[in-house]
């Protein structure tokens, strides 16, 4: 136990932190008495306040996978409701609202009820987290302004207004289990309901003179635009001054962060977001690049100079690739990093900042041949598995650039019978070109097709370079014919060698793929790309570039959802147009 909480005290997100947090939960859902369950109750009284809160949230992180009662962990909540820490009271209230629903109703709305207003707070945004929560009539006419708040559905009253100007900046604190405002719990209330009313909400919040009800515009508009498509356009009049210099700091900085996040929103404030480029480079940096606008390159070359995550640079690097940015001071920042995670006394700390400074050489393709050497060392090191892949990865989108790693990456190719050694073949195939190898490779496909993408990535290699051969056909019509799911590539090889002859095979696999984020938009351009001919895709197509609500992505970030839908819409839109040309040509040319 000491030793996880060390672990846990350094770094939370650790791979040996999270193994062992596997190891406790599994303990005291075997035995709720036993030696491990005593002892993490135990040590929610430590003296270190950082450690009384790290066990008070994993107490109640059990507690929700325990469907008996748990007096013990109750008991431990209310021992901590008057803890001398903030955090430690919220954190102590959300267990016991978990753990005791009854009993922390009685100390929120009872006779012997609870007096510290932090930890009523608490108590009431815990029983609020469900939008059914029964209490919400009753603490509507709470004493407490923020209660009040938090129980209102919806800015639509003088009386919340005022009540948001008076406890709005007290709820989520830190402790609890959400970090909620008023606007953001308005936000996700609205989904509900009728759009234009929320839009109408977060002009009413903007246009007040108080910083906290600005900040509840911001972060409803953040739940909207995440949800409705035309949000952007409805949303950004109301959100634009916020930005300029005259709004609150704490505003501007959340307001840069919202409006830079959607694409459509980064378009229409450019010109603001491009003056924050000083200011708040974190957020106007990354969202400018996103967009393909080479202003933000010299910011973004710091943030991955320093060793910001995938989160922060990742796509914006892409951003600038594609737009044909000189992405040379990129790759020397990228370098730089790995570089100084090479020296690193605890390497392990900087692995998930070293994977963003590899995905960074990855994108940029072969402008990255200068940092081969840097590649190269991640590859011959002990660092994480997922890391060496990343390497590999990236050095096969270099090509031929990185000439110098093949005799490393031949040495840990070892036939491409793992998925780890099948991206070294990969990238062995894209370095040197060599179309034996390409074929070795094939041959030695399981006829399982268990690697699918594998497969689809090689098949798609021989079309590009010389172009598929009878033995590839054949293995692409016995996987259409033979497999429940098909890979979306493997029905755009066979249309794109076969013709006609596959069309009616890619209508009926390809508009499947277009509600996901991972080959929905190759599979517009692919759409796209057959003309008049993909006519019987275009309801799909129609379904998936005019739905007012956005497609459900779960790339597990809000904001790469809401991106990914933008270019998933985008991509649909763009294989609609090419489609109506091809057909309005062909109606051209008939006689």
Request: proline share 6%; with cysteine.
């Amino acid at each position: 136990m000491e030793t996880w909480i060390r672990e846990a005290r350094r770094d939370p997100a650790s791979e040996a932190c999270g193994l062992v947090r596997r190891v406790v939960f599994d303990a005291v859902l075997a035995d709720r008495t036993g030696p491990v369950a005593v002892r993490l109750l135990d040590a929610t009284a430590d003296e270190r306040a950082d450690v009384r809160l790290l066990l008070l949230e994993i107490v109640t992180g059990l507690s929700g996978c325990i469907h008996d009662p748990w007096p013990e962990s109750a008991a431990a909540a209310v021992a901590r409701l008057r803890d001398p820490d903030e955090p430690v009271r919220r954190a102590a209230a959300w267990l016991l609202a978990e753990a005791d629903h009854r009993q922390a109703v009685e100390l929120l709305t009872g006779p012997g009820r609870e007096r510290d207003p932090v930890a009523r707070l608490a108590l009431a945004e815990a029983l609020l987290v469900r939008p059914d929560a029964p209490e919400r009539q009753l603490l509507a006419a709470d004493r407490d302004p923020a209660i009040r708040l938090r129980a209102a559905r919806r800015p639509d009253t003088e009386a919340v207004l005022a009540d948001l100007d008076a406890g709005g900046a007290r709820l989520g604190g830190p402790g609890g289990r959400v970090s909620w405002g008023a606007g953001t719990v308005w936000g996700l209330a609205a989904r509900a309901g009728d759009e234009n009313t929320c839009y109408e909400h977060v002009g009413l919040l903007a246009a007040r003179d108080s910083a906290v009800a600005q900040r509840a515009a911001v972060d409803m508009a953040e739940v909207a635009l995440r949800e409705w498509r035309a949000a952007p356009e409805a949303l950004v009049p109301h959100l634009r001054p916020l930005l300029g210099a005259a709004a609150d700091p704490g505003v501007r900085s959340a307001a840069a962060a919202v409006l830079g996040s959607p694409l459509e929103t980064t378009r229409l404030c450019v010109r603001e977001l491009a003056g924050l480029l000083d200011e708040l480079p974190d957020a106007a940096a990354p969202a400018l690049a996103r967009i393909g606008d080479a202003r933000a390159l010299p910011q973004l070359c710091r943030l991955v100079a320093e060793g910001r995550t995938a989160e922060v640079v990742g796509e914006a690097a892409e951003g600038l690739a594609e737009a044909g940015a000189d992405v040379g001071p990129l790759v020397a920042a990228a370098a730089e990093f790995l570089d100084r995670h090479e020296g690193a006394t605890d390497r392990s700390a900087t692995d998930r900042s070293a994977a963003a400074a590899v995905g960074v050489l990855r994108v940029c393709g072969a402008a990255s041949a200068v940092a081969v050497r840097q590649l190269l060392r991640l590859l011959g090191a002990d660092d994480a598995g997922w890391l060496r892949t990343r390497a590999v990865l990236a050095l096969g989108a270099i090509g031929p650039g990185a000439a110098a790693a093949v005799p490393l990456l031949e040495g840990l190719a070892g036939g491409g019978c793992t998925r780890f050694e099948g991206h070294v073949e990969m990238a062995l195939i894209r370095i040197t070109g060599e179309r034996r190898r390409a074929d070795r490779l094939f041959a030695r496909l399981p006829a399982s097709r268990r690697n699918a993408s594998l497969a689809a990535d090689l098949l798609e290699w021989f079309a590009e370079h010389g172009g598929l051969e009878p033995q590839h056909v054949a293995y692409l019509w016995e996987a259409v014919d033979t497999e429940d799911a098909v890979h979306p590539k493997w029905a755009a090889a066979l249309w794109r060698h076969e013709g006609a002859a596959a069309a009616a095979l890619a209508l009926g696999i390809l508009p499947r793929a277009l509600d996901g984020e991972l080959y929905g938009p190759y599979a517009c351009t692919v759409l796209g790309d057959m003309g008049a001919s993909a006519a019987p895709a275009v309801p799909a197509l129609r379904a998936v570039a005019g739905r007012p609500v956005r497609v459900a992505l779960y790339t597990g970030s809000f904001e790469r959802d809401t991106r990914g839908d933008e270019r998933l819409a985008a991509a649909a839109r763009e294989a609609l147009h090419r489609i109506g040309e091809a057909a309005a040509g062909r109606t051209d040319d008939a006689p």
